[in-house]
């Protein structure tokens, strides 16, 4: 068996986004542009209101996947496709914005924390105009796996062959929230030519007797399987991967496209009213 290895470590840096929300972002910085197929890793957590109560207003996307999870408060969410839902912790969002979507995430809480993640996943130049989609899924819908002193809940991808509420077939992504209890170890399988990371946000770890570093992105090295060991009374992490598209990226803010002249045409669209160009119906349960 072929274990991976930590290859390289990225702090998170603050940033301000929507209407003065601080996030604390690994992918999408100076420091790790993308991580094929993860174009944006963001956390989000305080129980200051004046921090989050302002949340993020309409605005677009083109050319990729938004997939959300809540860890403890509750988010509104309203989409251009008519999408309407009210994400609570322990739930998650899965939004394939394709060609055009325009929508909004405003808290729905007063005080108390909030505290989640927003990956975005890219798209292949195939489907980045394709028909945009969205799932919403409650608390209840994420299967957990529980074994001694492990706690796994399956969002994206297959575990202890429990398979999660969302399946990405253009990176077969996997996403899960592992908790360990002190000296507990994780172990998970991985095709080994699939992007892998870790992100700790409780607790204390370590894999191949090198420490994780809290609130920082941990990118491992390819392999077939990943090694997780808890070393404080209670460890939380998520564990993400995926397969690689390896096509051409060029970013321009809310637009992910292949070309420059893509990203123009995005901006067109946009400022012209014609970026959503379809509507889809919301699934899910």
Same mark, same amino acid.
């Given at each position: 068996? $072929?274990?991976? /290895?930590?290859?390289?470590?990225? /702090?998170?840096?603050?940033?301000?986004?929507?209407?003065?929300?601080?996030?604390?972002?690994?992918?999408?910085?100076?420091?790790? +542009? *993308?991580?094929?197929?993860?174009?944006?890793?963001?956390?989000?957590?305080?129980?200051?209101? $004046?921090?989050?109560?302002?949340?993020?207003?309409?605005?677009?996307? +083109?050319?990729?996947?938004?997939?959300?999870?809540?860890?403890?408060?509750?988010?509104?969410? /309203?989409?251009?496709?008519? *999408?309407?839902?009210?994400?609570?912790?322990?739930?998650?969002?899965?939004?394939?914005?394709?060609?055009?979507?325009?929508?909004?995430?405003?808290?729905?809480?007063?005080?108390?924390?909030?505290?989640?993640?927003? !990956?975005?996943? $890219? !798209?292949?130049?195939?489907?980045?105009?394709?028909?945009?989609?969205?799932?919403? %899924?409650?608390?209840?819908?994420?299967?957990?796996?529980?074994?001694?002193?492990?706690?796994?809940? @399956?969002?994206?991808?297959?575990?202890?062959?429990?398979?999660?509420?969302?399946?990405?077939?253009?990176?077969?992504?996997?996403?899960?929230?592992?908790?360990?209890?002190?000296?507990?170890?994780?172990? %998970?399988?991985?095709?080994?030519?699939?992007?892998?990371?870790?992100?700790?946000?409780?607790?204390?770890?370590?894999?191949?007797?090198?420490? !994780?570093?809290?609130?920082?992105?941990? @990118? %491992?090295?390819?392999?077939?399987?990943?090694?997780? *060991?808890?070393?404080?009374?209670?460890? +939380?992490?998520?564990?993400?991967?995926? /397969?690689?598209?390896?096509?051409?990226?060029?970013?321009?803010?809310?637009?992910?496209? *292949?070309? +420059?002249?893509?990203?123009?045409?995005?901006?067109?669209?946009?400022?012209?009213?014609?970026?959503?160009?379809?509507?889809?119906?919301?699934?899910?349960?």
């Amino acid at each position: 068996m $072929n274990i991976r /290895k930590i290859d390289r470590i990225i /702090k998170a840096q603050a940033i301000s986004e929507g209407a003065g929300v601080t996030v604390h972002r690994t992918i999408g910085t100076q420091a790790l +542009r *993308n991580l094929d197929p993860f174009l944006m890793l963001d956390h989000f957590g305080s129980d200051n209101p $004046n921090e989050y109560i302002a949340g993020f207003p309409d605005h677009p996307h +083109r050319g990729f996947v938004t997939f959300t999870y809540m860890l403890d408060g509750h988010m509104l969410h /309203k989409d251009s496709m008519g *999408n309407k839902g009210d994400l609570r912790a322990g739930g998650a969002q899965w939004m394939k914005a394709a060609s055009g979507v325009i929508h909004s995430e405003m808290p729905q809480q007063k005080h108390g924390l909030m505290r989640g993640f927003q !990956l975005w996943i $890219n !798209l292949p130049a195939k489907e980045k105009m394709s028909t945009p989609e969205y799932q919403e %899924f409650t608390p209840e819908a994420v299967p957990e796996v529980i074994l001694e002193g492990v706690k796994v809940r @399956v969002l994206i991808g297959v575990f202890n062959g429990q398979s999660g509420v969302i399946k990405d077939s253009n990176t077969d992504a996997f996403y899960l929230d592992v908790n360990l209890e002190n000296g507990r170890s994780f172990e %998970f399988s991985t095709p080994p030519d699939h992007t892998c990371f870790v992100y700790l946000f409780e607790g204390s770890a370590e894999s191949d007797s090198q420490s !994780l570093p809290k609130h920082s992105l941990s @990118v %491992f090295s390819q392999g077939d399987s990943v090694v997780v *060991n808890s070393t404080s009374a209670e460890t +939380r992490f998520i564990v993400v991967g995926g /397969k690689p598209i390896r096509e051409p990226i060029v970013q321009y803010g809310p637009f992910v496209m *292949n070309t +420059r002249a893509e990203i123009e045409q995005a901006f067109s669209d946009y400022q012209s009213g014609r970026l959503v160009l379809v509507k889809a119906a919301m699934t899910g349960r």
